[in-house]
């Protein structure tokens, strides 16, 4: 079990040194697994906490089955650990520069976040990634159509 841990911190470490955005593809899929972890009922669950966190990686070793997908969980997981929290960062900053508005403290904007550890416990399987893009009608006529600048600013930051 020691060497299991280590080798998962190992992994994680890895990960981290070399963060890549996550496509489009890898946040349906991200997404997807919160969706499917919902309609079972553990989507932030604690019992996706519990020693030594099989069930979470039983789970998504079933969600990935189910769509053909060849995903390493601890990879993955680390990616959308790492690149939710790089999310909220670029995503402060655009509010601070008056590009975004929300009404709180930083305290309060994307509360509870996981720390990188390459686990989908309650607090990673809490949040899904926002759309990629935007698009405002009214009377079936297109208003505005944005691309998700947080997305871009992350893009330019590989």
């Known amino acids: ?59 998504f070793n079933e969600y990935c089955a189910s769509r053909g997908l060849k995903l390493d969980y601890h990879n993955f997981v680390t990616m959308v650990q790492t690149n939710i929290s790089e999310y909220r960062k670029l995503a402060l ?34 949040y899904k990634f926002p759309a990629e893009k935007t698009v405002m009608t009214r009377n079936g006529q297109v208003l505005s159509d944005q691309r998700n600048a947080v997305y871009l600013n992350m893009k330019a930051r590989q």
């Open 1 to 59: 079990m020691k060497h299991l841990l280590i080798a998962v911190a190992l992994t994680a470490f890895a990960a981290i040194a070399s963060a890549q955005v996550m496509t489009p593809e890898d946040r349906a899929n991200w997404n997807g697994f919160v969706d499917f972890l919902d309609a079972k009922g553990m989507k932030g669950s604690t019992k996706l906490d519990k020693p030594c966190q099989t069930t979470s990686l039983n789970l």
């Open 93 to 126: 900053q655009e509010i601070r520069q008056g590009k975004a508005l929300f009404k709180g403290t930083d305290d309060e904007f994307m509360p509870g976040l996981s720390t990188i550890d390459g686990w989908a416990g309650s607090r990673t399987t809490t």
